[in-house]
């Protein structure tokens, strides 16, 4: 057993003894009853179990929650996607998502809803120029599988959100 604490979706969680070999999914799902992140394949190969994780220096990266233990995410700041929406408002990629019908089963949205949203962070503090965006995109969102074959309508939905705030996220040509 391990003592755990740890901030979910600004939330502080813990001190709570879990099992060391307790995955992170797990002790999400089943000890905290938050069931948006999904279990997917077992192997961190869909990534449907994703999460953000948010890095002291102010960036953030997803990491899959099926094959990491939970007591490897100790002092750590993560955010779920139960942590996307603000006093019942949708965040702006939530929205674009279900414009662009981003989704059909839903299972893989989690994960590719936290990577969008880590990209945009990135972008707004690196943007990039209009020429790289599409490319930018797809290396961001690769490696996370969608059952239902929607990659073009995530990678759409991203792009929408990015084109309507260029200046935040793209470079500014003259």
């Known amino acids: 057993m391990t003592t755990l604490s ?9 001190p709570i003894d ?17 069931t948006g992140t999904k279990f997917g394949c077992g192997a961190a190969q869909c990534l449907s179990c994703a ?11 997803t990491s899959p929650t099926c094959v990491a233990p939970a007591v490897n995410f100790d002092g750590k700041s993560i955010r779920t996607v139960e942590g996307h929406a603000k006093d019942g408002q949708l965040s702006v990629l939530q929205k674009a998502f279900i414009e662009h019908f981003a989704f059909q089963c839903g299972y893989c949205t ?6 969008g949203q880590v990209l945009l962070e990135r972008l707004s503090r690196a943007p990039v ?3 790289a965006l599409e490319q930018t995109i797809a290396d961001a969102l690769d490696g996370h599988l969608c059952r239902c074959t929607g990659y073009i309508k995530y990678h759409e939905a991203v792009r929408d959100v990015i084109l309507a705030d260029s200046k935040r996220y793209l470079v500014a040509t003259k």
């Open 110 to 115: 989690a994960g590719f809803l936290g990577e």
């Open 51 to 61: 999460i953000i994780v948010d890095a002291p220096d102010g960036t953030s990266y």
């Open 18 to 34: 879990v099992r060391d070999d307790l995955s992170m999914n797990d002790f999400l799902r089943e000890m905290l009853g938050m």
């Open 6 to 14: 740890l901030t979910i979706n600004g939330r502080k969680h813990g």
């Open 129 to 131: 120029a209009r020429e």
